[in-house]
């Protein structure tokens, strides 16, 4: 994974369009009626410019369909290489056999008068060629001359031996083409023959549909796969079925690496390598190659910009941070303006933007029955606005949008309860558990019962929430349609274990938690310690960290001798990795690294 990552994953960089003309491989500009047996260009007319979309990257397959930069075009299809047949001679794919520009090698011309036939100049086509408008062509496979000279195929058509058709459903390339096991990437698939029955699989899994650009590209959302390189399938309604083998490779996470701080508490902007957060970072959030960061005790919310990152060469040098709000170190209130003159007392947890809108609770943790604002920051602007009130609501730590009209809180303090807001009018409802019951009790709406609610995060399909419990020690689940609680794992008892099931492994004081595909990642904050969590078959391990080796000067490298200090707040990138966080309330001894670590 050598190449950079451009800064949003979801919009394939296009190269700059070329006009080409390449006849069977051969240059050649004119009309693109083949009448003229000496000057005309039998090829595909792209807006007034002749050109061969079997080999054209700024129109591979059809009139302005542009190749990723890095491909080529082969066969109409855009690929890493040459295929068919065809070889790359700069930066296009030609048929040195016939292509008096390249014949019989790269920069072979041709004199004048002379034709290129069997990769040989001479005066004649030979080799079962024939001549049409002075270039030797194929006429069993040229689409604009299929079966014999100036026997054009109709546009969309392709020509087999020598009778036009319906091209066949076919893959051509997917960007990225790499990306984390827990899936959750957007990518786009060039082929031809898209339509709106056509499927896609990774690794044997349903890639969902994001959106049907056109008959030969689309975007998709991978799904969680094995670790190694993956098939990637496409099938349509009419049973046909196209494949492209090792296409997209699914990354393992092997290794932790500072990105962010010095090792000493400040609110310097800036590289990662010189920037500096505090101790109490309560929360991380990632969208596209910007994360977000409530910097607790800096009073602020600050932004990395992983734009830069290699994503096979992490280095801190790499990420630019900023302050988008706050940032008086030092000064705790809660004042709503624009940019540095906004403050705060203590952010916490913002969520995915909402309409450019980053949502966050506000609150003073050092006593749980502290009111608590829910607050906005306008990601362009930095202004910064309360939209609930602290008068009223208490404790409210995780948040997560269901992609529609609600936001969801996770009310630790002395409430206790998941409630649901309704963005549209801010009222606000108790989800789960009632307010002042302390309890560790899976059922359903009220009737359930929790002790400190506090990470929040919700699945891809919208259909379920996650919550880490921290005084019961769990992560538990939430059926947004029929409000059933239920326990995913952890015994109730403060601990560290990992185990195939989850109703045997243990937590301690488990912090936020990032949900991507069919796993949860918890920052375990006790035990220093990051864990994932299998939501298929409930199985707990350890990625990195142990209560064992829990020390404010962390260790980076390998996965297995990589130490954390308090854990905190984590965040999922599918093509970056695990973003966290250590955190310190101040009132509270566990050791703090005041950095922000990648788990790539």
């Not at 602020?300 to 910009?305: C, H, M, N, S, V």
């Not at 609770?361 to 050092?366: G, L, P, R, Y």
Request: charged share 15%.
């Amino acid at each position: 994974m050598a190449k950079r990552i451009s800064t949003s994953m979801s919009i394939r960089i296009r190269r700059v369009s070329v006009v080409l003309a390449l006849a069977i491989g051969a240059i050649g500009v004119g009309s693109c009626d083949s009448d003229d047996d000496e000057g005309g260009c039998p090829l595909t007319d792209c807006g007034g410019s002749c050109v061969d979309t079997r080999f054209d990257p700024a129109h591979c397959g059809g009139c302005g369909n542009v190749c990723p930069t890095n491909q080529l075009c082969s066969s109409g299809s855009c690929a890493d290489s040459c295929g068919g047949g065809t070889t790359e001679c700069g930066g296009l794919c030609v048929d040195t056999n016939l292509d008096p520009a390249n014949c019989g090698t790269c920069s072979n011309s041709c004199a004048a008068g002379e034709l290129c036939s069997g990769g040989t100049c001479g005066l004649e086509c030979v080799g079962g060629t024939t001549e049409c408008g002075s270039v030797c062509v194929d006429t069993n496979i040229d689409p604009s001359h299929c079966g014999g000279c100036d026997a054009p195929c109709d546009p969309g058509e392709v020509c087999t031996a020598g009778s036009c058709g319906l091209p066949a459903l076919s893959f051509g390339s997917i960007a990225p083409d790499h990306g984390y096991y827990p899936g959750g990437l957007t990518v786009t698939i060039l082929g031809t023959v898209f339509d709106h029955t056509t499927e896609v699989s990774i690794d044997g899994e349903p890639c969902p549909i994001i959106e049907w650009i056109s008959g030969s590209e689309l975007t998709c959302l991978t799904p969680t796969g094995t670790p190694g390189a993956a098939d990637v399938i496409l099938t349509n309604g009419a049973s046909e079925t196209a494949t492209g083998a090792d296409a997209f490779t699914y990354a393992d996470f092997t290794t932790v690496t500072t990105i962010v701080g010095t090792g000493t508490a400040g609110i310097t902007n800036g590289a990662g390598d010189v920037a500096q957060v505090s101790g109490a970072v309560n929360g991380l959030t990632a969208d596209g190659a910007t994360v977000y960061v409530a910097d607790g005790t800096n009073y602020a919310i600050r932004t990395l910009d992983l734009s830069q990152l290699d994503a096979s060469n992490i280095q801190a040098s790499d990420v630019t941070v900023a302050t988008l709000a706050g940032g008086t170190m030092g000064t705790q209130d809660s004042t709503d303006s624009t940019g540095a003159t906004a403050q705060f007392r203590q952010p916490d947890d913002p969520g995915v933007p909402i309409f450019g809108l980053l949502h966050m609770s506000d609150t003073e943790w050092a006593g749980f029955s502290v009111p608590t604002a829910l607050r906005t920051v306008d990601v362009t602007t930095g202004e910064t606005t309360t939209f609930i009130n602290a008068s009223t609501y208490y404790g409210y730590a995780g948040l997560a949008w269901d992609g529609g009209p609600f936001l969801y809180a996770a009310e630790c303090s002395n409430i206790n309860t998941i409630r649901r807001i309704d963005l549209t009018t801010n009222g606000i409802i108790d989800f789960a558990g009632t307010a002042g019951v302390f309890g560790d009790v899976d059922d359903t709406g009220p009737a359930a019962e929790m002790n400190c609610p506090y990470g929040l995060d919700i699945d891809a399909t919208g259909e379920n929430l996650y919550f880490v419990d921290w005084d019961n020690a769990k992560l538990r689940s939430i059926d947004i349609g029929t409000k059933a609680v239920a326990t995913v794992a952890g015994t109730g008892v403060a601990g560290f274990a990992d185990a195939t099931q989850g109703s045997q492994a243990q937590f301690d004081s488990p912090g936020k938690v990032a949900v991507a595909g069919n796993y949860a990642f918890v920052a375990d904050l006790n035990n220093c310690a990051v864990r994932q969590v299998n939501l298929t078959t409930t199985e707990v391990t350890t990625l990195a960290g142990s209560p064992s080796n829990c020390v404010a000067a962390v260790v980076d490298g390998p996965l297995a001798s990589a130490t954390f200090a308090s854990p905190g707040g984590i965040a999922y990138h599918p093509v970056y990795g695990l973003v966290v966080s250590s955190t310190d309330w101040g009132w509270r001894t566990e050791p703090v690294s005041h950095k922000i670590r990648l788990i790539h």
